[in-house]
């Protein structure tokens, strides 16, 4: 089975935490399980129709509970990581709830000035006031600060979005993940909480898709904003 593409978007009993999890990652359906003594997980769609090239490969229970262990160790102290990184910043530079809105509202301000006055140029142009090239210079100045003020917004929104009444950081994928940094086995209770489903293509390519995505992208942008 080759490495697995992480993606940060029900299982029947505790010895068994990938049931109903493993999905064909072409035709999209549930994977069957077969083998009681070795388990594995095969796509039956060929059986039925050779309109998907699904996998025939089968893909051994045991090799992917142990390349969904491996991946939630990783996220698991990636959560750890990026908590301790927005702790540290916030120690250091606390900022308060109205502060940021009082921030975030003038940014978004400034956002609708460029965006008028990005508008002005074409009739100044139309008009006659400016060349064509000033108007192209104009606009692409204009679009470039348009981007800047953009990203800003954005970093705090992260902010906002990220932080509780109390000023703590609010984060399913940290509250969700970091609980497992040091898990020995997978388990039931964990597959359910986090993992979305595990993909299998052909030639055992194999694709581990997490829940809480969002709040991963929420929190790494507001870290990358500062």
Same mark, same amino acid.
């Not at 991946?71 to 959560?79: H, N, V, Y």
């Not at 003038?106 to 508008?119: I, M, P, Q």
């Not at 909480?193 to 992208?217: C, G, H, S, T």
């Given at each position: 089975?080759?490495?697995?593409?992480?993606?940060?978007?029900?299982?029947?009993?505790? !010895?068994?935490?990938? $049931? =109903?999890?493993?999905?064909? =990652?072409?035709?999209?359906?549930?994977? /069957? /399980?077969?083998?009681?003594?070795?388990?594995?997980?095969?796509?039956?769609?060929?059986?039925?129709? !050779?309109?998907?090239?699904?996998?025939?490969?089968? $893909?051994?229970?045991? %090799?992917?509970? $142990?390349?969904?262990?491996?991946?939630?160790?990783?996220?698991?102290?990636?959560?750890?990581?990026m908590e301790r990184l927005w702790i540290s910043r916030h120690e250091t530079k606390r900022k308060d709830a109205a502060e940021t809105l009082r921030a975030l509202s003038?940014?978004?301000?400034?956002?609708?000035?460029?965006?008028?006055?990005?508008?002005r140029l074409y009739e100044s142009l139309i008009e006659g006031e400016i060349t064509k090239a000033e108007y192209a210079a104009a606009k692409a100045a204009a679009a470039? %600060?348009?981007?800047?003020?953009?990203?800003?917004?954005?970093?705090?929104?992260?902010?906002?979005?990220?932080? =509780?009444?109390? =000023?703590?950081?609010?984060? /399913?994928?940290? %509250?969700?993940?970091?609980?497992?940094?040091?898990?020995?086995?997978?388990?039931?209770?964990?597959?359910?909480?986090?993992?979305?489903?595990?993909?299998?293509?052909?030639?055992?390519?194999?694709?581990?898709?997490?829940?809480?995505? %969002?709040?991963?992208?929420?929190?790494?942008?507001?870290?990358?904003?500062?």
């Open positions: 089975i080759h490495p697995p593409v992480i993606q940060r978007g029900s299982v029947q009993s505790g !010895d068994r935490p990938l $049931a =109903g999890k493993v999905f064909c =990652g072409v035709c999209g359906r549930a994977m /069957r /399980r077969g083998n009681v003594s070795k388990p594995y997980y095969c796509c039956e769609t060929r059986r039925i129709t !050779d309109a998907y090239d699904c996998p025939t490969e089968k $893909a051994r229970e045991s %090799d992917l509970t $142990a390349l969904v262990h491996q991946a939630l160790l990783t996220e698991a102290r990636t959560a750890v990581d003038a940014l978004k301000e400034t956002y609708v000035k460029l965006e008028g006055n990005a508008d470039k %600060d348009m981007e800047r003020v953009s990203s800003e917004i954005a970093a705090l929104q992260a902010e906002l979005d990220n932080a =509780g009444q109390d =000023g703590a950081l609010r984060n /399913r994928f940290v %509250d969700g993940f970091k609980k497992y940094a040091n898990i020995e086995e997978i388990t039931r209770e964990a597959m359910t909480e986090l993992l979305d489903r595990i993909k299998i293509y052909p030639d055992k390519r194999v694709e581990i898709v997490w829940k809480f995505a %969002d709040d991963y992208e929420r929190l790494a942008l507001s870290l990358t904003g500062g």
